[in-house]
């Protein structure tokens, strides 16, 4: 199936950490709901949104719901485009290995250009 | 053009829903379609109707809800994030109403443009 | 591509992810807290002037005048009011960095 | 000794609340005394009990609550910064009342410590 | 008088831009309420708190009060105590001449010693 | 003095602030957000390291692992539970920056 019949190229742009704000968490039921409306979806991770995909997370003691497992039914929801910014990783003291999903590592001219095909954006 | 406004930061706090009104306003002024604004986080407490600024201050729902008469506008407070914080049928401002997040997916298909103001 | 940016320089790392992932030639507006980025004399003038060798920067009149620097710009900063905003909104995506 | 706990920012959206809760909670589980809380600027709206999270997230009010008919809490919204975001007598949960700023003044003077969360 | 005699050392601390957020007008709301306590009150402006009181605002057309203004009541309200960091001034390209009121300027070990001395602040 | 720092150092310039205005031998707590500022092997590493030179750096337990990071801080920082910092901030005055 061509991306033409796939409908229009938008792009779900994870950038804050985890739990200090919400913004992940309502950014990631956003992709899930974009998931069924068969679009072109893209998904990337970039500056502190990568600690939202850090596996290992144990949120019982501060009492707000761990919502890294559900990253993991992204692929579920034939979204299949993920992308997280090598750079980004690495300045934070991560590897791709660190990570409950492991999106295709592309280096920032690469989310560049990436940016640059897309229709429309939400940043999170 | 057909623009969709976004909006994520709740009124007063932040000043994104000031520029977000504001530029709603220079975008029909100018002609533009507004197909939707759709409120998500904390966004959604700009359509409470509850609110009392100080008599020399603006009213920002009221603001938002005469910009929807005058121009016919669709506002979606979306439902998820409004329950969190306290927004329902009984609090919500006229012209607002609740609605799946699916609608803001939808503005997003359907705009030439989605304009985000916060995060 | 339209980069909108509403953060302070000196408070929000904002800017950087700006000068880093916008592509050579894509117009940034700053709006809200985001005009002190273009302060003429100020710690940030230097990074302001070199993202400007790369990108034109816009900033919008409104802010501005609220916060009593209009006549403090670096040279080269082009002034826009909202219907300005909507121009360049109309001509180029928009992405918003906060 | 004797804590104050100032809180400016809302429930969900940030953690601050969250984070005032459990110190707040610990302090009075080692045996202090928490003078005041003090909800002020978004903060103010951790106390509607509109709110309806998901049946899997904690209910931000309901612990506040909770916090308070336990240890006999004096929980303060500002009515000011309330009035703004749409929060007021009809709205806010038990253990909760709406005062003046001057109580968080009165707390900055009797405490002696005031540990502010959010800004 | 004595210091002591004036109550409590609180402090204020205005560090966040005007109008992109709430904090340094509600900041302002409570210190004009503080000072109806006739405590030993002190207000500091760090970092871009020191825009709040940037001279010229012009709010019209954002459609938001105006309250730089109100920070020329604080003297009124018997709080003379006003600093502001020297640094912060120059690293934002302002000078003293610039701002509605002109608090002592001090530099950032002063700033140390002044918050040192206090028992409870407020951060704005 | 206790300082408190809830915001990431790679979106915020809180730790900055901290690191200007803050006391020599003043502790220091990161929590929220700001506990990754400890990671090891990460480009704040060095800054911490050097912050930890004047100031003795705790973090909170809690927030650690939420966040999946317990096991990555830099050596020499203090791990404290609400419990613990609760007992800093009867130790010492506090403020927060945010």
Redesign the interface.
Known sequence: MGEEEKGEKLMIVFRKAPYGTIYSFEGLENVLIMGAYDQDISVLFIDDGIYAIKAGMETEAVGIKNFSPTFRAIEAYDIEKLYIDKDSLEKRGLSIDDLVIQPKVIDAEQVESLMEEQKNFFMF | ?K??V?I?E???????S??A???T???L??G?EVLRVFF???GV?NS???????A???HI?R?WSELQEKYDLDYVVCV??A??????DD?IGPGFKIG???M???V??E?D??????? | MLHLVNKSPYESACMDSVDKYAHKGSPILLFEDGVYAAIAGAAFESRIKKIMGDHEVYVLKEDLAARGIADRMVDGVKEVDYAGFVDLAEQNKTVSWS
Chains 1, 5 share one sequence.
């Open positions: 053009m623009f969709g976004l994520l709740g009124p007063y706090q932040h000043e994104s000031d520029s009104y504001h530029f306003k220079a975008a002024e100018k533009h998500y986080q904390d407490i409470t109707k509850l609110m009392e600024p100080q020399d201050d603006r729902q603001q998820a994030a329950k969190r914080r306290g927004i329902n609090v799946g997040l699916g803001l997916t939808e997003a298909i705009a443009r989605v304009v985000q103001f916060g995060a």
